[in-house]
């Protein structure tokens, strides 16, 4: 074996009984393994980065100076263990999902248990212990099948698979030969398994380009990014909002009865003691006039018992008429205050009872609904995991549905101390005083906003949630 550039070549002549392809017997003849072939082998499996490389030029190098038609290197990184395929020549990738790798992971197993060589021919008696080289062979259409194993102290790390190689090969000496290079080339794939960096160092590597200008160029966009983040930006807490008005009235049945007439819609314009309904006080002036042919009964009965001077039926007759007096001036109150008057000027916002007059009502059952709308006020609603950002005084800008294109300004007036369930989610309840005078805010109208809670750092603003939500899982 002698070094012809950058591979390995074997030199031979025929020997005298020795196998050979044709099963004839030749001449032994000495096969001399050069050192500086070994060492140029040695030296380019160091330079490789990982055992893969490794593997992967040992195979190329062995296939051309061998004058095989394939070789196959296993390699396992710990003592004791099935070696695991590498590399086969001129093989870039393979699926080890397949028969054929399958058959080449036996192979190597096979030869991995065993110290010495196994050599399987089609041209003579295989021995039993060959059987996963033979099931090569068939599969790859090989004649000549030889295993070395790979020794490193006293564990076999692996193994070497040569297909069809040339008939130089065949001689024992040469097999020798290459049996005692065999604990060298283990212990470089050894040595680049040490050397061969993490997955973390590799994908740096990847990351990181080597050349200085490249290097200079990931420094400044590193630097450029930790200032970015540094620099302070506007921290806003998104909210919903819905308007209601600031102050609202409840106007109430004063008695219950039948409704008789109602003379204002929601949306009506109304001064403060302005009639919004009429009560039917029929039955109370049937009442009232029964009431007084009581008080009729009532007095006569106690002049009897005064002129009989019955003491105590004057006295009972003179608490029925106490009685029916108090009843009587009931009955003339409310009939004063059939009318349902606004307390206070405003707009109806709610209460449409045009369809229901001369219909019968409770007493404190709601008609009317009165609320000046010159002011405004915003209830936001702030998720429970923003609510220590919110303090009053903050401002905010709000941007209803029905007006996208208009941005409203306000401060925060009051933060409701109570949470409350707001769509199956627990809020906290900010209110917003807003200006109406162009009266183009209405009650129950929503929107969107953002209460500005101060400046932060931008790697606070990206980054504070899912440090919160670690934190929390994990309990600090």
């Not at 504070?464 to 309990?475: D, K, N, S, T, Y």
Request: hydrophobic share 45%; charged share 20%.
């Amino acid at each position: 074996m002698s070094s012809c550039g950058d591979t390995l070549v074997v030199s031979a002549e025929p020997c005298a009984g020795v196998w050979s392809p044709a099963g004839a017997t030749t001449r032994p003849t000495a096969f001399p393994l050069e050192a500086a072939a070994l060492i140029e082998l040695v030296s380019r499996l160091q330079r490789a980065e990982t055992v893969d490389a490794a593997a992967e030029h040992l195979a190329t190098s062995l296939r051309t100076c061998l004058s095989a038609c394939h070789v196959a290197v296993g390699w396992s990184r710990r003592g004791g263990r099935p070696c695991t395929l590498r590399a086969v020549s001129d093989v870039r990738a393979f699926d080890t999902h397949t028969e054929l790798c399958r058959a080449y992971r036996a192979a190597l197993n096979e030869t991995q248990l065993h110290d010495g060589h196994l050599v399987w021919s089609d041209g003579g008696a295989a021995p039993a212990s060959s059987r996963a080289l033979a099931r090569l062979a068939r599969l790859t259409g090989s004649r000549h099948v030889v295993g070395m194993p790979l020794h490193l102290g006293t564990q076999t790390r692996g193994a070497v698979l040569v297909l069809d190689p040339a008939a130089a090969l065949q001689a024992p000496e040469l097999t020798r030969r290459l049996a005692a290079a065999t604990p060298v080339l283990a212990g470089c794939l050894d040595l680049v398994q040490r050397a061969e960096p993490s997955r973390l160092r590799r994908l740096l590597r990847t990351l990181v380009p080597r050349r200085r200008a490249a290097r200079w160029g990931v420094t400044a966009a590193i630097v450029a990014t930790s200032v970015v983040l540094l620099l302070p930006w506007p921290h806003t807490v998104p909210v919903r909002c819905r308007l209601e008005p600031v102050e609202r009235r409840f106007v109430a049945a004063p008695l219950a009865g039948t409704l008789e007439r109602a003379l204002v819609l929601p949306g009506a314009e109304v001064a403060a003691g302005q009639v919004l309904a009429v009560m039917d006080g029929r039955e109370l002036r049937w009442e009232l006039a029964g009431l007084e042919a009581e008080l009729s009964r009532a007095e006569k009965q106690q002049e009897v018992a005064l002129v009989r001077q019955e003491s105590a039926a004057a006295q009972q007759a003179g608490l029925e008429l106490q009685r029916l007096e108090l009843k009587r001036t009931l009955l003339t109150h409310r009939l004063a205050n059939l009318e349902v008057r606004s307390p206070l000027a405003g707009v109806i916002v709610s209460g449409d009872l045009s369809k229901a007059q001369h219909a019968p009502v409770e007493i404190g059952q709601v008609l009317f609904e009165v609320a000046p709308l010159d002011a405004m006020s915003a209830e936001l609603t702030v998720r429970e995991a923003d609510a220590s950002y919110v303090q009053p005084g903050q401002s905010v800008r709000l941007a209803l549905d029905a007006w996208p294109r208009t941005t409203w300004r306000g401060t925060v007036d009051l933060l409701r101390p109570r949470a409350e369930q707001r769509d199956g989610q627990t809020v906290l309840v900010a209110e917003v005083r807003l200006d109406n005078r162009d009266s183009q805010l209405r009650p129950g109208m929503s929107g969107r906003g953002r209460i500005l809670c101060g400046d932060r750092t931008v790697g606070w603003i990206l980054f504070h949630r899912p440090v919160e939500a670690l934190c929390q899982l994990a309990g600090w």
